[in-house]
């Protein structure tokens, strides 16, 4: 896969020269894929949300390059607002993000700065709120009487509304229920299968990462601490702990079973990667399919 983003030996440093100095980020260099979903994890202060907000140009660096496209993003400071267009970022909070007196004018408000005609500006709202999951019948309503889930859908929906070649997600599910989850997260999945879009999400939920990502960054101290697919991270889980974080359960069961003298094969990271190694397991001791189906 090509890179779309990337980051050359980014520095970023909050407060600079005063007894409050921290350094967020630290000579960060990182390639994020085209057509991936890439989930950035880390404990917290590890400089996640400073390095998402570099994307976009919300924040500028301190040293270093953005590369979008292969071409610095900072290169025309008057133009930075552009890249927003084409880097969608979602907070962690997104319905803070929401302010217009209607869902639609939400959502249209990202495409009208961006000089479309009424008519397309119309068309992408209508599409951008079917994807996500709002009703048709909401879009006259104000975006502050709704529900939580819905809100985060309004705030995803406007970024989608402009079409990014970068969409970031920063927290999309915190404080969601696992249906909400669910369902946030598989139409984000959904969109980028569509779309052929790069897609960046932050999460501290390792099964969040586990399933809907096809690679992750890891981040500790304000360095990037290791890059690869899922199950070539997942696999080095004591190194993982040692730097604050954690593995999704499903790997520890699956050790658990090992260490019991299970034969489970391949990297186990998911509860559906779980079901086919028992199901394999079971097949090569002669248990019926359906049996093995139903364990």
């Not at 979602?90 to 479309?116: R, S």
Request: net charge neutral; aromatic share 6%; glycine share 10%.
């Amino acid at each position: 896969m090509d890179t779309i983003i990337e980051l050359k030996n980014i520095t970023y440093v909050y407060g600079s020269g005063t007894p409050f100095q921290m350094t967020a980020l630290d000579d960060v260099s990182v390639k994020i894929k085209a057509g991936f979903i890439t989930g950035l994890i880390g404990h917290t202060g590890s400089g996640k949300s400073t390095l998402v907000q570099m994307l976009n140009g919300l924040l500028r660096p301190h040293a270093g390059q953005v590369l979008l496209h292969n071409k610095d993003i900072w290169e025309n400071p008057k133009e930075i607002s552009s890249i927003r267009f084409k880097v969608g970022l979602v907070m962690q909070y997104p319905e803070y993000q929401l302010f217009d007196e209607t869902v639609g004018k939400d959502i249209a408000f990202g495409p009208k700065n961006m000089k479309l005609s009424d008519e397309e500006i119309a068309r992408r709202v209508e599409e951008a709120a079917s994807f996500v999951g709002i009703d048709k019948a909401l879009l006259d309503k104000s975006p502050f009487d709704l529900s939580g889930g819905q809100k985060r859908r309004v705030a995803i929906a406007g970024i989608i509304a402009m079409r990014p070649d970068v969409l970031v997600l920063d927290e999309p599910a915190a404080g969601l229920d696992p249906r909400g989850r669910k369902e946030i997260l598989g139409r984000v999945r959904q969109y980028q299968r569509d779309t052929g879009a790069a897609v960046i999400i932050v999460s501290h939920s390792m099964e969040d990462m586990a399933k809907y990502c096809d690679e992750i960054i890891v981040m500790n101290r304000a360095r990037i601490f290791a890059q690869g697919s899922c199950a070539e991270i997942f696999a080095r889980a004591e190194e993982l702990v040692a730097v604050g974080l954690d593995v999704p359960q499903i790997a520890y069961i699956a050790q658990a079973l090992r260490r019991g003298g299970c034969e489970l094969e391949g990297d186990i990271y998911t509860v559906e990667g779980a079901l086919s190694a028992l199901v394999s397991l079971f097949e090569k001791k002669g248990i019926p399919r359906k049996t093995a189906n139903n364990a």
